[in-house]
């Protein structure tokens, strides 16, 4: 035969998980009911400073890796808003496509950085922001990248909350 729980056990325990699903939604709920707008950061980025690095002495092979520090500008005045630095390594060749980790976003009153995919063709990727100092301290939030042409990179970072 199989144990059963006394009544009192039985109560006992559900009015505890009760009371710890409860707590847990006490505290949930402030951030629900505190979400504001997210803000969006629009930046071009003129290719001025960049070194491709082959990994067995010739181009386009797995493991080369680009190193980059540019200027930032506003995507709407183009006026100077910062700089962008990173280190990029290709992990498939056939889709031009780079891991960079991080991406490091030098901006007025603080730093944000990202990390994730980059395409080499030009499609559009999206990653996340993983963090920041300054004002942008535990920020969070997604980042979009696309090439404009050669030498110009469009950079959308969405700041949640």
């Known amino acids: 035969m199989g144990h059963l729980e006394s009544p009192r056990r039985m109560t006992t325990a559900l009015a505890a998980g009760a009371a710890a699903v409860a707590a847990a939604a006490t505290l949930v709920a402030p951030s629900v009911f505190?979400?504001?707008?997210?803000?969006?950061?629009?930046?071009?980025?003129?290719s001025v400073n960049a070194s491709a690095i082959n990994a067995a002495g010739k181009a386009n092979k797995q493991g080369d890796y680009l190193a980059w520090d540019d200027p930032l500008k506003d995507a709407t005045t183009g006026a100077l808003a910062g700089r962008v630095a990173g280190v990029c390594t290709l992990v498939d060749v056939k889709t031009a496509l780079y891991d960079c980790a991080p991406v490091t976003y030098t901006l007025a009153g603080g730093t944000i950085y990202a990390e994730g995919f980059v395409s080499g063709a030009g499609k559009p990727m999206t990653d996340p922001i993983v963090g920041g100092t300054g004002k942008y301290q535990n920020v969070?939030?997604?980042?979009?990248?696309?090439?404009?042409?050669?030498?110009?990179?469009?950079?959308?970072?969405?700041i949640d909350g």
């Open 34 to 46: 505190a979400a504001t707008s997210p803000t969006i950061l629009h930046f071009r980025e003129p």
């Open 140 to 158: 969070h939030g997604t980042l979009t990248v696309t090439a404009v042409s050669a030498t110009i990179t469009d950079h959308v970072l969405r």
